[in-house]
């Protein structure tokens, strides 16, 4: 017993591990506000005399903040610390969530919502820079894949826990949960995390980048959200996208003019940093349109409540929690390119079963698929963060981590908005050619009914039926988009990631120095800092 005491207590041989536990428990706060909430809004709804536009600003509220400051805050961790910035994003996150259960009104719960995301925008990618840090190159992988395998634990656990606190408390305390998991985080950060920052760059934010970077992003996203409710050819749609176009390439051209730029370009000469992140791109964005899509298909079509839907996702995301911690160890060993490749081609497999779903399938139909989907997850995600955090200088930690974060986010919003245009589209043509003799303004209503996963009442059964089929009909060919998508990520793997990838590491005199996953250390110039060094 005294062994075992001991062994629990903090020392410089296990301190890492309680850095590890303190990211892990913030991570675990940001995943399940990603899936929680959904369950819950039937119930704010009632509470607050919510409107369905508030409603869906609950949710987009937090997935824009979210999304367009994460390369902010990766880039605040380096100059100002790490640890710092992640104990200001989850004091920000902790005291928005016990706002949003006490918010007054609909209007309060969707700004606090917005605040919550730029918590959570802060927190992210200083999990994954701080637990790059404390390990060295040859352990990266198994932490890493800890990390992973925590955060698809609470998207698995989110929609079960969250419908049973809903029923069984209020939808408030899916919100005061955060408060003790934030204690936990702070406390144990406070005496686990050594501070770590970018030694090499002054103390100075990138203004002008932030504007530009934050503009170009909110644009973008939020023109992707809102693209099937708004019509994608409508005015507010191309104003946004231009809007987006301008302030990206106005981002591009202030950094490549800006003595500190928020964003260091040469990043992106290592292929395998590349590739990494246009894997985190293409899994997200498969992983997500099903997740989203097919959890409308179970509920609408085969009348599950969203708990039986959730409960029905979880051999996917148990298989993600166990692979990822295994996908890890297996990086440190043989390098994250083949698990990278070969797990987005289980992904496209996967889809591809899936799109055989029917009307009328059961679930036996779909279980094939979600184990197949949980075990390409969960050998691709983890990998994928190793390799791309191994690719840049441990002192760019937390950048790198935001701009893999963001291309995770963009990535899944876009595969929503692509699977949901698909939806709209396809199924638009299909109930045109099922109910010819429906009025053309009917027909409308009932593609917009498809396309934002909304439940008809009141309808005759042969109409029913119609919008049934159309959906399937056009899910199917959504599912085959995101099964070549997948296909098409596992040779950008394969191309772009470098069979084993050595960590780049500061070291004296503004030299760099590349450790291989064995610890043997190697001298390179400053200049080929960036590149990939082939083992």
Not at 200 to 218: N, W
């Amino acid at each position: 017993m005294t062994k075992r005491i001991n062994a629990m207590r903090m020392t410089e041989e296990n301190r890492r591990w309680w850095a590890l536990g303190a990211m892990c428990f913030a991570l675990f706060m940001i995943m399940l506000d990603n899936t929680v909430v959904n369950v819950a809004l039937p119930s704010i709804q009632r509470s607050l005399n919510a409107t369905t536009t508030t409603l869906e600003w609950t949710v987009n509220a937090y997935t824009l903040s979210f999304a367009v400051l994460l390369v902010t805050g990766g880039r605040l961790g380096d100059i100002f610390g790490r640890r710092r910035i992640f104990l200001i994003g989850v004091v920000i996150f902790a005291t928005a969530s016990a706002a949003i259960g006490f918010s007054p009104n609909d209007t309060w719960l969707v700004v606090w919502r917005a605040i919550q995301g730029s918590g959570s925008a802060l927190m992210m990618p200083m999990t994954l820079s701080i637990i790059t840090n404390a390990f060295p190159p040859q352990e990266r992988g198994k932490a890493i894949g800890t990390w992973a395998g925590v955060s698809a634990m609470a998207l698995a656990i989110g929609p079960v826990l969250g419908g049973l606190l809903v029923e069984t408390v209020s939808w408030q305390s899916i919100f005061f949960l955060n408060l003790p998991v934030a204690v936990g985080a702070i406390v144990v950060a406070l005496f686990a995390v050594r501070e770590s920052r970018d030694e090499t760059v002054e103390r100075t934010v990138d203004i002008p980048g932030v504007l530009t970077l934050t503009t170009g992003l909110a644009a973008l996203v939020l023109a992707l959200v809102e693209g099937n409710s708004w019509g994608w050819g409508s005015t507010r749609e191309l104003a946004l996208f231009a809007i987006a176009i301008v302030g990206l390439v106005s981002f591009v051209q202030i950094e490549l003019r800006r003595r500190v730029p928020m964003v260091d370009f040469s990043f992106f000469r290592a292929r395998t940093f590349v590739g990494a992140n246009a894997v985190a791109f293409i899994v997200s964005f498969a992983m997500l349109s099903m997740f989203f899509f097919l959890a409308l298909y179970m509920q609408n079509i085969r009348d599950y409540t969203p708990l039986q839907a959730g409960i029905r996702f979880l051999p996917s995301t148990v298989l993600v929690i166990v692979m990822g911690p295994l996908a890890g160890r297996l990086a440190d060993r043989v390098g994250p390119r083949p698990l990278m490749t070969l797990g987005l081609l289980l992904v496209s497999g996967a889809l591809f079963l899936l799109s055989q779903v029917t009307v009328s399938s059961g679930y036996g139909t779909l279980l094939p698929g979600f184990i197949l989907m949980g075990i390409g997850i969960g050998l691709t995600m983890s990998p994928m963060s190793t390799a791309a955090m191994n690719s840049v200088e441990q002192t760019k930690a937390g950048v790198a981590s935001g701009i893999l974060s963001q291309n995770r986010m963009v990535g899944g919003t876009f595969g929503v908005a692509v699977t949901g245009a698909l939806v709209a589209s396809l199924g638009g043509s299909k109930i045109d050619q099922l109910l010819p003799g429906v009025p053309s303004a009917g027909r409308s209503r009932l593609t917009e009914s498809l396309g934002s996963g909304g439940v008809l009442h009141g309808v005759p059964p042969h109409v029913l039926e119609a919008t049934h089929i159309a959906y399937v009909y056009a899910l199917q060919s959504g599912l085959r988009v995101g099964a070549a998508v997948a296909l098409l990520g596992s040779v950008l793997a394969w191309t772009l990631v470098a069979p084993r990838a050595r960590a780049m590491v500061p070291s004296r005199g503004g030299a760099v120095q590349s450790r291989d996953p064995v610890g043997a250390t190697h001298t390179e110039t400053s200049e080929a800092a960036a590149e990939v060094v082939h083992v």
